[in-house]
C-alpha cells in the first residue's frame, strides 16, 4: 500500500517553526541600558555612541554579517531602557541563548540583552506594540544626589505627590497632546491615549508611572515637569488641564530632565509569544 506523507507548515502563534536554516529570519531581543552615557538611542552621523550603534556592532559580531535592529521607541539623551524591545532580519541561525550571550559579550556593561526570541515576519518592535509604559523617578529631598545623579531627576522643593496624582488624572483617556510635546516634534498626529497616569511617594521617591498607546517627543517631561510645578505648590491642580486645552507648547511648562525617565515595559498581542518579564519594585 502506498502511503503519502503531507507536510503542513503550521503557523504557531507569532514565531516560526524552522524549514530553512537558510532563510531569512526575525530576531525579537529585549534590552535594558543605561541612557547616562549615550547619545540618545538613534544612530547620529556625527554621534558614534548610541545605543542602536553598540547593539547593532554586537549583534552584527555575532551573526557574522551586517545587521539593522529596529526599535520599540527611540529614548533621548540620559534616557534608560528597563526593558526596550527591538528586532532585526539575519540570515544566520543561532539559538536564542547564543544570541544573548554572543550579543552581551560584545556589549559595553551599560547595555545588555534580556532575551531573544525567534518571531514570525509579522512582527515589528515599533508597529507591532500595542502600548509603551514610563517610568520617571523624581529625588525630592533639600540637598543633591550623588550617585543618584544620573539616574533620577533632583527636586530640592517638598513635593506633594497625592496633589501630583490628582492633578494628572485630567491627562487620562484620548486627547490631543500638542502642549504636553516638543515643538520640534515630528509625530503627524498629537492625540495620543493616556491609559493610566499614577504618582506615589516612596521614602525620598516621588515616582509617576505612565502607560498610553504611543508617546510624543518630551510627552513625558513635559507631563512631569508641569506636575511637579503643581505638586511644589506653584501652580493650582487645574493647571494640567488648562495646559491641555490650550494645544500650544509655548504656554506649558518647563521640559523636566531626562535623567529619571525610564522605558519600562512595550506590550504585544499574545499571539507573539514575547517573554513576560516580572515587574521588579524600584530600587532607587
Not at 554579517?65 to 520599540?72: D, M
Not at 493647571?239 to 522605558?263: H, M, S
Amino acid at each position: 500500500m502506498d502511503v503519502t506523507f503531507v507536510f503542513v507548515n503550521c503557523h504557531v502563534g507569532g514565531r516560526i517553526p524552522r524549514m530553512n536554516e537558510n532563510a531569512i529570519k526575525r530576531i525579537a531581543m529585549g534590552v535594558e541600558y543605561d541612557g547616562s552615557a549615550f547619545h540618545g538611542w538613534q544612530w547620529q552621523k556625527h554621534t558614534p555612541k548610541t545605543v542602536q550603534q553598540v547593539l547593532e556592532t554586537a549583534v552584527s559580531s555575532v551573526a557574522n554579517e551586517t545587521v539593522r535592529v529596529h526599535c520599540a521607541g527611540r529614548t533621548d539623551t540620559g534616557v534608560h531602557g528597563s526593558e526596550q524591545v527591538i528586532h532585526f532580519d539575519t540570515s544566520v541561525f543561532r539559538d536564542e541563548r547564543a544570541w544573548v550571550y554572543g550579543t552581551n559579550v560584545n556589549l559595553p556593561k551599560s547595555v545588555c540583552v534580556l532575551w531573544s526570541r525567534e518571531v514570525s515576519s509579522e512582527f515589528h518592535a515599533r508597529f507591532s506594540a500595542t502600548a509603551r509604559q514610563y517610568q520617571y523617578v523624581i529625588f525630592n529631598r533639600n540637598v543633591r544626589p550623588t550617585y543618584l545623579s544620573y539616574r533620577t531627576t533632583w527636586e530640592y522643593r517638598l513635593l506633594d505627590a497625592e496633589k501630583m496624582n490628582d492633578a494628572a488624572q485630567a491627562l487620562v483617556g484620548t486627547h490631543d497632546f500638542d502642549s504636553y510635546r516638543a515643538v520640534a516634534c515630528q509625530a503627524k498626529s498629537p492625540v495620543r491615549t493616556l491609559e493610566f497616569i499614577n504618582v506615589r511617594r516612596q521614602g525620598d521617591f516621588v515616582i509617576i508611572d505612565l502607560q498610553a498607546d504611543g508617546f510624543l517627543h518630551h510627552m513625558v517631561r513635559n507631563i512631569a515637569g508641569v506636575l511637579m510645578e503643581v505638586g511644589a505648590g506653584k501652580a493650582p491642580l487645574e493647571w494640567v488641564d488648562e495646559v491641555l486645552q490650550l494645544r500650544d507648547r509655548r504656554l506649558g511648562g518647563v521640559t523636566a530632565q531626562p535623567y529619571g525617565l525610564y522605558l519600562k515595559k512595550i506590550t504585544y498581542p499574545d499571539v507573539f509569544d514575547l517573554p513576560q518579564l516580572s515587574q521588579n519594585p524600584p530600587v532607587w
